[in-house]
């Protein structure tokens, strides 16, 4: 940019000067208001005068009175002072608001068992803290539309204006009724000979990713029963009427069934000699970038020592599993 080049717009300070010589009725009242010397004052009319090429003050009276561009430059003036104090006052509004009501989404089973840990956590920066439960397609919408400002889901779908930060991942299990006789080295198909299989529904991130992983290791399972959530399936599942594919979170969601159920590793089946793979879904804190200042790294702090510390021992040791049943993730991204 060539520095010699005529600005486009006069200085914010000369305008606000104008205003005061006219509002007040003379340079030395200004003067005053303005809190600077009068040759201060006189000096940003002699600007504002040469940046529009006309007088703005009739110097041959006394008090000297604005001109005809000098009364217009003040019309015009006023109005933009308005404008910008109206300005401020609405973005402040709307942090004064993002403080008192923070609107949360999770999954179910993350919302059951952590969402309180984090509710306490948030309580002592936060006036009001809503947190809503749903599926992942559910909450990402609801954040894409901004009825969300954070959303704990499933998903690592990158979108325009969105971020997410990874908080914690954990393995499949299989669920089975307490007592049932497992054959050994059997597969997920002859298991589903013996018992029935009960599904996560479809429309689901969970019930996606399950589909997906019998298909590839080429298990066809009947669809007989369907649930979004995991309290109907483990029902079933503890009364005898069949098996699931489930995590540890979301046994946890639902541990009033876990006397009645038993849950085994997907290494424990083999298929054509070979044991299955882990199944893992990941959590993450989906956010707008820039919008709410420290907030979602204290979420994601907050969740991060929450699972390491608290929910993956107390998981590990009611279902007798691996101590880091949960992994958390260590990256800022």
């Given at each position: 940019m060539?520095?010699n080049s005529?600005?486009?717009?006069p200085?914010w300070?000369l305008?606000?000067?104008w205003i005061a010589?006219?509002?007040?009725?003379?340079?030395?009242?200004a003067t005053?208001?303005?809190d600077i010397?009068q040759?201060?004052?006189?000096q940003?009319?002699?600007?504002?005068?040469t940046?529009?090429?006309?007088?703005?003050l009739?110097?041959?009276t006394?008090p000297a009175q604005?001109?005809?561009a000098?009364?217009?430059?003040?019309q015009?003036a006023k109005?933009l002072?308005?404008?910008?104090?109206?300005?401020?006052?609405?973005?402040?509004s709307?942090?004064?608001?993002?403080?008192?009501?923070?609107?949360i989404g999770c999954?179910?089973?993350f919302a059951a068992t952590?969402?309180?840990?984090?509710i306490k956590?948030l309580?002592?920066s936060s006036?009001q803290?809503?947190l809503?439960?749903g599926?992942t397609?559910t909450?990402?919408a609801?954040?894409?539309?901004?009825?969300l400002?954070?959303a704990?889901?499933?998903?690592a779908f990158?979108?325009?204006?969105?971020s997410?930060a990874c908080?914690?991942?954990?393995?499949?299990?299989?669920?089975?009724?307490?007592?049932?006789?497992?054959?050994?080295l059997?597969?997920l198909?002859?298991?589903?000979?013996?018992?029935?299989?009960?599904r996560y529904?479809?429309?689901?991130?969970?019930?996606?990713?399950?589909?997906?992983?019998?298909?590839?290791?080429?298990?066809?399972?009947?669809r007989?029963?369907?649930?979004d959530?995991t309290d109907?399936?483990l029902s079933?599942?503890?009364?005898?009427?069949g098996?699931?594919?489930t995590?540890?979170l979301?046994i946890w969601q639902s541990?009033?069934?876990?006397?009645?159920i038993?849950?085994?590793?997907?290494?424990?089946?083999?298929?054509h000699g070979?044991?299955?793979a882990?199944l893992?879904?990941a959590?993450?804190?989906a956010?707008r970038?820039?919008?709410?200042g420290?907030?979602?790294?204290?979420v994601r702090?907050l969740v991060?020592?929450a699972a390491?510390?608290?929910?993956?021992?107390?998981i590990?040791?009611?279902?007798?599993?691996?101590?880091?049943v949960l992994l958390?993730?260590e990256s800022?991204?």
């Amino acid at each position: 940019m060539n520095p010699n080049s005529q600005p486009r717009q006069p200085d914010w300070d000369l305008l606000v000067s104008w205003i005061a010589v006219v509002e007040s009725g003379s340079i030395s009242e200004a003067t005053r208001l303005l809190d600077i010397s009068q040759a201060a004052v006189s000096q940003r009319i002699k600007q504002l005068e040469t940046f529009f090429g006309t007088a703005l003050l009739d110097r041959s009276t006394r008090p000297a009175q604005p001109t005809a561009a000098g009364q217009r430059l003040f019309q015009h003036a006023k109005e933009l002072l308005t404008q910008a104090d109206q300005m401020v006052e609405s973005v402040r509004s709307v942090s004064r608001a993002k403080r008192m009501a923070v609107r949360i989404g999770c999954v179910d089973s993350f919302a059951a068992t952590v969402g309180p840990l984090l509710i306490k956590g948030l309580s002592g920066s936060s006036h009001q803290i809503r947190l809503w439960s749903g599926i992942t397609p559910t909450l990402d919408a609801l954040i894409e539309s901004r009825q969300l400002d954070l959303a704990v889901t499933t998903s690592a779908f990158l979108s325009a204006g969105i971020s997410r930060a990874c908080l914690f991942s954990e393995k499949y299990y299989v669920v089975l009724p307490t007592g049932f006789d497992l054959q050994p080295l059997c597969s997920l198909t002859e298991l589903g000979r013996q018992l029935k299989f009960i599904r996560y529904s479809a429309r689901s991130v969970i019930g996606q990713q399950v589909d997906d992983y019998l298909r590839h290791c080429g298990d066809h399972l009947e669809r007989t029963y369907e649930f979004d959530t995991t309290d109907p399936l483990l029902s079933l599942v503890a009364n005898g009427m069949g098996f699931a594919l489930t995590t540890p979170l979301c046994i946890w969601q639902s541990r009033h069934f876990v006397p009645e159920i038993h849950v085994v590793p997907l290494s424990a089946f083999l298929r054509h000699g070979r044991a299955y793979a882990d199944l893992s879904r990941a959590f993450f804190l989906a956010y707008r970038q820039g919008e709410l200042g420290t907030l979602p790294t204290e979420v994601r702090d907050l969740v991060r020592i929450a699972a390491r510390h608290q929910i993956s021992k107390d998981i590990a040791a009611c279902l007798h599993l691996e101590a880091d049943v949960l992994l958390v993730s260590e990256s800022d991204d």
